[in-house]
RNA sequence: GGGCCCGUAGUCUAGCGGUUAUGACGUCGCUUUUACACGGCGAAGGCCACCGGUUCGAAUCCGGUCGGGCCCACCA
């Protein structure tokens, strides 16, 4: 055994567990399944270093269960789907979706996901994942699309899908309706400007940071508790530079010490002049188009942009003497999270979920999954108490799984698609029977579905791919939902949804939810702020293992700070037990594979390891790979490599001075100590454990890979108490002969003349069996017992004589 | 404004009713011993954020305060 080299070593062992299927489903087996609804992660580029935290997360889990022997269905699917592909082809390939022919642009997209998906799934083969890559679906595909649109034609069929011509959030910039969960807040700089309407000819002063919108005004409201404007109920208001006339309304909803108290009613503004249009059932005055310009009802600014036609309007109200101050503020308003534009709120036709009317069920529906962490249940809960709309499906864009639907030219009827012709195009596809009115003239539905639409059914996906195969009835509802907190409102929430509408039952029994990685000082990485880390440098510069050492240094939910000494400190680990292995292996070269009656110092480590054994697995078991983490590596390096490697040292060197059952327990004891700390960290670890299981053990236990090879069992005639009772005293003899050496500058392996231990009768007799040990332990030339001064514990003390 | 999580040595982290508060990095001293100096041994370093309460006993449970993070709401 020479050297470890991670960079050599960790692709060879990715290539022999592909090779040699060791991560295969077996879709045969008789072993209960454990079926995991992977996380398809998005082809938008690189995996970033919170991918990484998360996967290995998930990834310890994975192979902890296929040790314990379950049946693991562990899919990797990717997500093409979406806004973010849209976005990022048109970046790549320099183009504008809009302005491109729709089948060309849709033909570009598939093939540049060719181009790059090989590469972003290897980012996530390098880290060690043990998925069943042959199991494995694009939500773009095929397969996904027929599904999906399966799905919708079932929602569609029980009432629960619906298109309606509504108020919308609008992004002006990838031109199309959004749903509230793509919102996200901005700060932005803006301007109150306090504008003169005009009421029988007297000024009224509004204030408004949105002049552009004074076209689409549709009512002046108040607040009935606000005796400054008590008088103008009823009265009409007349707009400035337009000269139309609205009505003046009074309603609590108005915050009477903001601006002047006093607000312009739009067509819309924002959420509350929607509620207000159909509170007092008020006009409709689109002065917004969909391109995000102003319309013609906006007159002379008709075609200007937004933010252009706000300043030309603005000029002008100056100009006019009717804008009488502009103050600057701060506000934070709704923004699209891909593109951070403002939405706008349109009325557009598009098609819907209903389920507000499920609130109560969707509470149900999450309490009846297991959570890890259990608090992350409430995001859930909150998020389901603060629904307002029914959830936006369609998209107005051309990439995408199309809608299975066509609309009757002559009667208006939907005509859905039949099931065995899906996935269709209405665009390309026609409807195989005439309408019901007996037209065959058809309109095609050119939106496409939300990419939510079609990843909330991701454990459909990938479990449909065994649909016609006896195994398929034990794969869903699956096992585990594994993700991190920030979608929680996006994809369990709607998967959660989609699975209760369509099969009356959960996705999954588990969800763990994991936290972020963070950069060194706990602050969220982001591009603009340039503190990214990647993943990808930090595995050149130490391993996947290291990384995944790190990964598994906080509790499940919990954000970590990346801390470059964490992976240092994986680093060493990993050449530790190299080196340890290699020591150990080196003295099991004449070892034969039989029982062996212990020494009480080797029934020691083994019943220690024992509870170590124990604990592990009831951590996992809960999720808790950080406590198994934190528990083989205690045993490993302390108990294992400091103490109880040095205490055989001599019977190993000096086999000579032992009897052969003495060496033969000592060699049994390292094989199985070894072979157990492999096994224990082996999730964690995976290629350095493989590497060193391959070298001595592979043919010994019969196993083609550590990862197959079993988890550790916990053994209770391997606990002995009396063995670990004495163990600890020597230890704690030893730390007190090593901290003599130390503080009195003396080189650990400087032997001793005279070792004087002081202690009870009953302790002498545990010691007397241990001499021999003892000796070889301490270098002492010397043992007697007699007057100690130095305390080694309660019970013992000693004298040295050097 | 509402909700949730978190405040433990210089840094990161474990513990979540009962020994002397875990481990790592860093610092300092000793130690180049045939697995490993990417090692070994030792030392210094903590009012476990603060204030109250419950308890024989609180880092741990409860209430409050302050600080950090996340989610949601508000957005004229």
């Not at 083969?125 to 199991?135: A, L, P, Q």
């Not at 506000?331 to 389920?355: A, D, G, M, P, S």
């Not at 390292?670 to 964690?684: D, E, G, Q, R, V």
Request: proline share 5%; charged share 30%.
């Amino acid at each position: 055994m020479d050297n470890y080299d991670p960079k050599e070593a960790e692709p060879r062992w990715q290539r022999y567990w592909a090779e040699h299927g060791i991560f295969r489903f077996d879709e045969d087996s008789k072993a209960e399944v454990y079926s995991i609804d992977t996380p398809p992660p998005t082809v938008s580029g690189k995996m970033h270093l919170g991918h990484a935290f998360s996967y290995a997360q998930l990834d310890f889990i994975a192979r902890y269960k296929r040790m314990r022997g379950f049946n693991v269905f562990y899919p990797f699917g990717t997500d093409d789907n979406g806004l973010a592909t849209d976005r990022l082809v048109e970046k790549l390939k320099g183009v504008k979706s809009s302005r491109m022919d729709r089948k060309d642009y849709v033909s570009l997209v598939l093939n540049t996901l060719q181009e790059i998906r090989p590469r972003v799934i290897a980012d996530w083969k390098r880290i060690g994942m043990s998925c069943d890559f042959t199991i494995n679906y694009s939500t773009i595909n095929e397969h996904c699309q027929r599904i999906s649109q399966r799905s919708f034609i079932e929602l569609y069929k029980i009432g629960r899908a619906y298109r309606k011509d509504a108020p919308t959030m609008w992004c002006p910039a990838c031109e199309t309706a959004i749903s509230q969960v793509e919102l996200k807040d901005a700060e932005l700089d803006s301007f109150f400007n306090d504008v003169k309407f005009n009421v029988d000819g007297k000024d009224l002063i509004i204030a408004t940071t949105r002049p552009e919108l004074i076209p689409a005004c549709v009512a002046i409201v108040f607040n009935p508790e606000d005796k400054r404007y008590k008088a103008l109920l009823g009265k009409k208001a007349k707009a400035p530079l337009f000269g139309f006339e609205v009505s003046i309304i009074e309603d609590s909803r108005v915050d009477m010490e903001k601006g002047t108290g006093i607000v312009m009613c739009c067509t819309f503004g924002d959420l509350t002049d929607m509620e207000w249009q159909k509170a007092f059932n008020l006009p409709i005055k689109e002065a917004l188009g969909k391109d995000g310009k102003m319309t013609q009802m906006a007159g002379k600014y008709a075609g200007l942009k937004i933010k252009e036609a706000r300043k030309a309007i603005i000029e002008d109200l100056e100009k006019s003497n009717l804008l009488i101050n502009k103050r600057p503020i701060k506000h934070t308003v709704n923004v699209h999270e891909r593109c951070e534009t403002e939405i706008e709120i349109l009325k557009t036709k598009q098609w819907f979920i209903k389920y507000l009317d499920l609130r109560e069920d969707m509470l149900d529906w999450g309490a009846k999954l297991n959570w890890y962490p259990a608090h992350m249940k409430v995001r859930y809960d909150n998020w389901v108490k603060g629904l307002q709309w029914d959830w936006l499906i369609s998209r107005q864009r051309f990439y995408g799984v199309p809608f299975p639907v066509w609309y009757c030219n002559k009667c208006g009827e939907v005509i859905l698609a039949e099931e065995k012709n899906l996935p269709i195009d209405p665009l390309q596809d026609k409807p195989k029977h005439p309408c019901k009115c007996g037209s065959n003239d058809f309109t095609p539905e050119k939106d496409v579905q939300d990419t939510w639409a079609t990843s909330s059914l991701t454990p459909q996906l990938s479990t449909e791919l065994f649909k016609n195969k006896p195994i398929y009835s034990k794969l869903f509802p699956m096992s585990l939902r594994p993700q991190a907190h920030d979608i929680i409102t996006f994809w369990l929430f709607n998967t959660t949804v989609k699975s209760n509408l369509h099969t009356g039952h959960n996705p999954w029994k588990d969800v763990i939810i994991s936290g972020h990685a963070q950069d060194p000082h706990g602050k969220k990485m982001s591009k603009s702020k340039g503190n990214i880390i990647e993943p990808q440098v930090m595995i050149d510069k130490f391993s996947a293992d290291a990384l995944r050492f790190w990964a598994a240094g906080s509790k499940l939910g919990d954000d970590l700070p990346f801390q470059e000494k964490d992976l240092v400190t994986g680093h060493k680990t990993i050449i530790k037990l190299w080196n340890a292995s290699k020591f150990a292996l080196m003295h099991l070269k004449d070892y034969k594979h039989q029982p062996a009656q212990l020494t009480i110092i080797d029934s020691w480590l083994i019943s220690k390891l024992n509870g170590i054994i124990k604990e592990a697995t009831e951590s996992f078991d809960n999720y808790e790979y950080i406590r198994t983490k934190m528990l083989t590596e205690n045993f490993f390096w302390q108990d294992f490599c400091d103490n109880y490697l040095e205490f055989v040292k001599d019977r190993l060197y000096n086999p000579q001075n032992y009897t052969s059952e003495e060496v033969h327990s000592a060699q049994h004891t390292i094989y199985h100590a070894l072979l157990n700390i492999l096994k224990l960290f082996s999730p964690l670890m995976p290629h350095i454990t493989e590497e060193i299981f391959q070298i001595y053990y592979a043919d010994k236990e019969n196993a083609k890979s550590v990862h197959v090879s079993g988890w550790p069992i916990f053994v209770p005639e391997l606990y002995d108490k009396r063995s670990e009772f004495i163990g600890e005293q020597l230890v704690a003899l030893t730390a007190a002969v090593r901290k003599f050496k130390s503080t009195s500058n003396l080189a650990l392996n400087k032997p001793l003349k005279l070792l004087a231990i002081e202690c009870d009768d009953e302790m002498r007799k545990e010691f007397e069996l241990v001499m021999k040990d003892l000796k070889a332990i301490s270098k002492a030339e010397e043992i007697m017992f007699g007057k100690g001064s130095i305390e080694v514990n309660q019970k013992i003390k000693i004298s040295i004589v050097a």
